[in-house]
């Protein structure tokens, strides 16, 4: 299994330009979320998925879309990047919701690096 | 929502001591409390969990505390190693919940 897989591992952006992360697992998982890392902050939640066909917004949405058309997949959007938006994105995922997953718990990609000038 | 407050930010321990990170949560209705550690340049990995029915777990050389009637979770390391060295995140969520909340983060350092 190559569990959770993000791409790119870099990218640079510049203010306006739109751009999709990539995330996939091959675990089976139905729940998915995408995570953004700053200094100071920990990691807040962006948008999250229970199953294919179902997404909802997590605690910093603006400025993103996700969508969910299959098990394996949950790309996050950026529809015009921002500086506000530079940040280590990662993308995590666990067999059911992470309330259940006393023992699934969450499997976090490797993270992409977003720098938008 | 959920808030999750973490402290310290950072700690600079001697290898051999014990470090203990504190994390207090708004929501007397979250019951699952996961820590992760995140090593430099990697990704958080969970090394401890503990739910609302229990007081305290242990597993080898870390240990979480609980106590729901003050709102805060403490994750204790005992005989810290060099390998110790990273940075931990508390989180909480609540029963039936799909949003689990970090803390800020706490950046262990371990001199040798």
């Known amino acids: 299994n190559a569990g959770v897989t993000q791409t790119p591992k870099f990218q640079v952006l510049k203010t306006g330009q739109s751009m999709t992360l990539q995330c996939a697992q091959d675990m089976n998982h139905e729940y998915m979320s995408w995570y953004r890392q700053d200094p100071g902050m920990g990691l807040r939640l962006i948008h999250y998925s229970v199953g294919a066909g179902i997404t909802d917004q997590g605690e910093v949405p603006n400025g993103y879309n996700v969508s969910r058309s299959t098990t394996e997949d949950f790309p996050l959007r950026l529809l015009s990047a921002a500086p506000s938006q530079t940040s280590v994105y990662f993308c995590a995922s666990s067999y059911s919701s992470p309330w259940r997953s006393y023992n699934s718990p969450l499997h976090f990609g490797n993270g992409t690096r977003l720098t938008v000038t | 929502g959920e808030n999750v407050e973490q402290h310290p930010s950072t700690l600079s321990v001697q290898e051999g001591d014990s470090a203990v990170i504190k994390c207090t949560y708004s929501?007397?209705?979250?019951?699952?409390f996961p820590w992760y550690k995140q090593e430099l340049g990697k990704r958080p990995q969970l090394i401890i969990d503990?739910?609302?029915?229990?007081g305290e777990k242990k597993d080898q050389r870390i240990a979480v505390t609980l106590n729901k009637t003050a709102k805060h979770f403490s994750l204790h390391i005992t005989e810290t190693q060099p390998e110790d060295s990273a940075v931990y995140f508390c989180a909480a969520i609540k029963a039936a919940g799909n949003k689990l909340t970090f803390g800020g983060g706490t950046r262990v350092l371990v001199k040798p």
């Open positions: 929501d007397s209705a979250s019951n699952y």
């Open positions: 503990i739910r609302s029915n229990v």
